[in-house]
């Protein structure tokens, strides 16, 4: 038996290449699960760097490859700033699916980097816009659909080491995941009544885009070459490696299966020993 088989998931920020969306939702699709392949999908904001997002044409992709592992899947393109968008995610999803029981609220940047004495009001504000209000937005029209379908619901925010810990230039980026964390406990709370659980997810360094790009910034703020650099994220690791799109997509599996039935508001480290608190 499958552990998902029969259940629908949507996750945001999916349609990437090598992002941990897309891990997600390959581990989901690969557990039985029906997946929705959600992202920005078109550039819409001269804030964001089109190296940073993901392509309609990727997620597109992203879809079919789902498809090969034999569930169903669609691509929905969402921009989780929007209330509006966010409803027609959920509002397309229940079309085709009839219900879903999963929302991963995945989506997130974390490029807008820059000295606290430096850092813009409108990078503060698109970080915050992206990684904060986007996770309440779907969770809000998520939870509402899971209330009313009435059966169980998860859901499953991935928020960063970044969430326990401070880093250096990345006011926005900590707060917001910080802020994720209190998001999580808070709905947690309201949602327990309602069978719905709410868990995050804290990964430490894991190299995807967005991952390379953290890495090759410290790196050179810290004056040292990429290699020696990541050799460094090693060894202070116990388990003396860096993360895997699929120790997250792990973790979630966990989480929204029915051997996690009875953990909510929880805050979990993905980060082989990295962070501990
Ligand atoms: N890579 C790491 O080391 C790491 C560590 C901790 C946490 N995370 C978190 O994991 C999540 C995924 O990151 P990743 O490393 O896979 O990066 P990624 O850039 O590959 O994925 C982020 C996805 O979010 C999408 N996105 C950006 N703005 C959006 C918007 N407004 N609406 C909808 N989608 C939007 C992008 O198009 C992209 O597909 C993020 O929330 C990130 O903060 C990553």
């Given at each position: 038996m499958k552990t998902l088989e029969g259940k629908t998931a949507i996750i945001t920020?999916?349609?990437?290449?090598?992002g941990i969306g897309k891990g997600i939702a390959m581990a989901f699709a690969d557990a039985g699960c029906n997946v929705v392949i959600s992202d920005i999908g078109i550039v819409k904001d001269h804030r964001f760097d089109e190296s940073h997002i993901g392509t309609n044409d990727e997620m597109e992709a992203i879809v079919q490859e789902a498809k090969d592992k034999g569930v169903d899947a669609i691509g929905v393109a969402c921009d989780v700033r929007s209330e509006s968008e966010v409803e027609n995610l959920i509002s397309t999803t229940v079309d085709h699916f009839g219900s879903f029981d999963i929302m991963v609220n995945n989506a997130g940047i974390g490029y807008l980097m820059e000295p606290l004495i430096d850092f813009k009001e409108e990078s503060w504000n698109a970080v915050l816009d992206v990684n904060l209000k986007g996770a309440f937005l779907c969770t809000k029209h998520s939870a509402k659909h899971m209330i009313n379908q009435g059966t169980s619901g998860r859901i499953i925010n991935i928020a960063s080491q970044a969430a326990k810990s401070g880093f250096p230039f990345a006011a926005a980026y900590t707060a917001s995941k910080h802020g994720m964390v209190g998001l999580t406990r808070s709905n947690a709370v309201e949602l327990g009544q309602h069978k719905i659980t709410v868990n995050a997810v804290c990964p430490n360094h894991i190299t995807t885009g967005l991952g390379q790009w953290q890495n090759k910034f410290f790196s050179e703020k810290m004056g040292m070459n990429y290699d020696d650099y990541i050799q460094g994220i090693r060894d202070r690791i116990p388990l003396g490696r860096v993360g895997m799109v699929d120790d997250i997509a792990k973790a979630c599996i966990f989480l929204a299966s029915d051997q996690a039935d009875y953990i909510t508001g929880e805050a979990l480290n993905v980060s082989g020993g990295e962070e501990m608190h």
């Open positions: 920020g999916s349609g990437r290449d090598k």
